[in-house]
């Protein structure tokens, strides 16, 4: 065992605590670690101490031990450099509380699958199941075929049982702990300690603390696996008994940002009390500093058509003298007339994380430790989401898309367009400022282009006048710095499933082409306009009038088998055919280290593979959204990614073609928020090139990563980042022989499993330089 001069000083006083408390042997294992200044650990008695640089002036130390097979906090204490130490937590636990259900895939999926030809057997159901959107395992029975929670029984097939859902099927737990050893690891600049022997519920594994040199940062996580089928499940996890001393209290904004607070003068709760927190956060204050508690700020969130805020932190007086915090997941969606934001009963659409068996799930919550107040300790946790704000950046717009606000209707009954929906604003202060909703509801796409099918003859004057009215939303609302872009997402255009339609300017088109009809007609108060008859039009509309396409939701919803079932078409390898949208959460899986890695991620490089010998653009991926109406309070930040498209410049609505010509140029990155790419190029000539890339973050990083394929196979280049702080910026250059390569692409993730990555370019040996973002 070692341990540095810096912590040995202090070895008397631990091996005090540690014989006044007789806790039990530790065992625990420094093989894997090694000493870094500014980080240290050491094992003395049956005490694991860690000693660590927080940042902005302040030293954390962190003492653990086992008391009978429970992993225990024997003292959390921090300080200014210099100062005495303020114990903030003492004898405190892990509590983790797992709640499961079964996963079944849903008729959404099943049926364009059919429709394609494709057989349902167990295999497809085992490989579409993790993706179910319109999934709620915890909804008990459930069976409501008109709000989307059709999951029928197929016969022969015994891993898709139907509804209702059974009582016996929901599961909860909470963690047990067993622990006979831990061990320490150095990795870069964070210490991670495991403990193993870890039971809750269907799962198994290990508990594990990381802590970070430059952050006052704890990250206390369960890392378990099942081996059962077909688990959905969520996670609640916190600290237990920490002391009710008199100037205890936790504090947190609520969802109209306004501070509350409470000092434990209440009765005993019998279990955890949910806060509607602003910014997911709340602080527990003690003598000398305090200690906020939040989830990661995205991959803790599967996908809902609403941001309503479900309350993600909670605490619990245990009695009058313990009490309890962290964060936690809702069993369910709000209730419909509290979210009022969805288009059906929302609670059908709740599909918790998949695990798939044998996978290593994680389940954390990070700790950050002050020796401020509780406000200020709040405030300062803020920093790693922008305080929840889109970063502005010089030389790039943030685009948001993909949002389902029917503005003509409810434009329309508030009083007109002049009417300033709260979606504008919500937006706006989240530091968006271009706004792309996908259809404007009214008579074309009734749900905000979530219907937006063929037309009925009789309704074409009101499409068009529907049409028109969301362009002038868009132009009455927007402003010098916030563009409304009004796109569209259509269904039924025969191009294969759902695309979404980024317009260049106001077009205006119906569904109802005859034979011998011309593509486009005059009218006197429409002017051009196109009668669409099937896919083909739709693709020479694109054409004509500078339009890109993107499938938003791919392999899920009702796009599962797509784009796969069209990728050797003439449309999909066409250049307005941009490609595949990009949203975590429509299959979320805890063993994922990267946003939306098993879907979106694998799919956006079999795309570029598909068209790697192709002469068209290598195909690109675009942030979007799934949420209808917006209000204050709602939790925007977690919900969306983004792109940063670069322009130094807003255009206005009537002619958007800047927008929409760097987003074909591949000029624009996509980002959850904490992690920024203001330049990327892969320059040189031959076959020996560089990837260089400006980044900054807030998070620890984890890892930056070159990927590549060559037409059949992708492979990627993982460089650990481990070893950077947090809050930081570096110019990464990675060497790079394209030999064999055919396209590459570069991506940057952090320790919390928040990202950016860059578009793909084609390789060709005849580039002096390529790919210049």
Not at 5 to 21: H, K, P, Q, Y
Not at 250 to 267: E, T
Not at 292 to 314: I, Q
Request: net charge neutral.
């Amino acid at each position: 065992m070692r341990n540095t001069s810096r912590i040995a000083v202090m070895s008397a006083a631990v091996v005090f605590v540690a014989s006044a408390l007789h806790a039990d042997p530790l065992n625990c294992s420094l093989t894997d670690y090694k000493a870094v200044p500014g980080l240290g650990a050491a094992v003395v008695g049956d005490i694991l101490e860690l000693m660590w640089d927080g940042g902005n002036n302040h030293e954390v130390r962190l003492r653990l031990t086992n008391n009978g097979g429970t992993p225990t906090i024997r003292e959390l204490s921090v300080r200014r450099k210099g100062a005495d130490w303020a114990t903030l937590a003492s004898n405190v636990t892990p509590e983790f509380r797992v709640v499961s259900g079964l996963r079944r895939a849903t008729l959404q999926q099943i049926k364009p699958l059919r429709d394609l030809g494709v057989e349902i057997t167990p295999e497809v159901i085992d490989r579409i199941k993790w993706e179910a959107f319109w999934d709620a395992p915890l909804n008990v029975p459930g069976g409501d075929a008109a709000h989307g929670d059709s999951t029928p029984p197929l016969e022969g097939i015994a891993n898709q049982p139907g509804l209702p859902r059974k009582p016996e099927e929901v599961k909860r737990a909470t963690a047990t702990y067993q622990a006979r050893s831990c061990a320490v690891k150095t990795n870069g600049a964070r210490l991670e300690v495991t403990f193993p022997g870890v039971q809750a519920g269907v799962f198994a594994g290990r508990l594990q603390y990381s802590v970070y040199k430059g952050t006052s940062l704890i990250r206390q996580e369960l890392i378990a696996k099942t081996d059962e089928p077909s688990v959905a499940y969520k996670y609640d996890a916190g600290f237990k008994g920490l002391t009710i001393q008199p100037a205890s209290r936790v504090v947190w904004r609520d969802s109209a940002n306004l501070w509350q607070d409470y000092q434990f003068g209440g009765a005993k709760n019998d279990g955890p009390v949910p806060l509607v927190a602003a910014n997911r956060v709340l602080a527990v204050e003690a003598p000398g500093g305090a200690i906020a508690a939040f989830p990661p700020p995205h991959n803790f969130f599967w996908s809902r058509e609403t941001e309503v805020n479900l309350g993600y932190v909670w605490y619990r007086k245990d009695g009058e003298t313990t009490f309890s915090f962290g964060v936690r997941q809702a069993d369910g969606e709000a209730e419909p007339s509290a979210a009022g934001r969805g288009p059906e009963d929302t609670r059908q659409n709740f599909a918790l994380y998949s695990a798939r068996p044998g996978t290593w799930q994680r389940m954390p919550v990070y700790f950050y430790v002050n020796a401020e107040p509780g406000q200020a300790t709040l405030q300062a946790a803020l920093a790693f989401t922008h305080d929840d704000h889109y970063k502005p950046l010089r030389g790039y717009q943030v685009m948001a898309t993909h949002f389902h606000t029917s503005p003509v209707p409810r434009a329309r009954a508030l009083g007109g367009l002049d009417v300033k929906l709260p979606d504008f604003e919500v937006m706006k202060s989240a530091g968006v400022n271009i706004f792309a909703p996908i259809g404007g509801g009214g008579g074309f796409g009734a749900g905000g282009g979530r219907a937006g099918g063929a037309s009925v003859p009789g309704n074409n004057v009101r499409q068009l006048q529907a049409l028109a009215d969301y362009y002038e939303i868009a132009r009455r609302h927007s402003d010098k710095n916030f563009l409304i872009m009004p796109n569209h997402e259509l269904m039924t255009t025969g191009l294969g499933g759902h695309l979404d339609f980024l317009l260049s300017k106001p077009v205006f088109w119906t569904e109802d082409r005859a034979a011998g009809q011309p593509l486009v007609e005059d009218q006197p108060k429409y002017g051009k306009v196109y009668r669409l008859g099937g896919p083909a039009d739709f693709m020479e509309m694109a054409r004509r009038e500078n339009i890109l396409i993107y499938m938003p939701h791919p392999r899920s919803k009702g796009s599962t088998g797509y784009p796969d079932a069209i990728k050797d078409t003439a449309h999909f390898r066409d250049e307005h055919y941009r490609g595949i949208g990009y949203r975590w959460g429509m299959g979320l899986d805890g063993s994922e280290t990267r946003l939306c890695e098993y879907r979106c991620l694998a799919l956006f490089d079999d795309m570029n593979n598909w068209v790697a010998d192709v002469p068209t653009p290598p195909k690109y991926i675009q942030a979007i959204s799934e949420t209808y109406r917006k209000g204050p309070g709602d939790d925007i930040y977690a919900n969306n990614p983004v792109n940063y498209v670069k322009l130094d410049r807003l255009p206005r609505p009537d002619d958007m073609s800047t927008v929409v010509n760097a987003m074909k140029r591949g000029d624009y990155f996509v980002t959850s928020g904490e992690v920024l790419i203001s330049s990327y190029a892969v320059e040189g000539s031959g076959t020996d090139r560089t990837v260089n890339a400006d980044v900054e973050w807030t998070f620890p990083l984890e890892f930056v990563e070159v990927v590549w394929g060559d037409g059949q196979k992708t492979e990627r280049q993982i460089i650990s980042a481990t070893d950077l702080p947090p809050f930081g910026r570096h110019r990464f250059r990675i060497p790079l022989s394209t030999a064999g390569k055919k396209w590459v692409r570069f991506a940057v993730w952090d320790s919390a499993g928040n990202g950016a990555l860059v578009q793909p370019i084609k390789l060709s040996s005849a580039m002096t330089s390529t790919g210049s973002r």
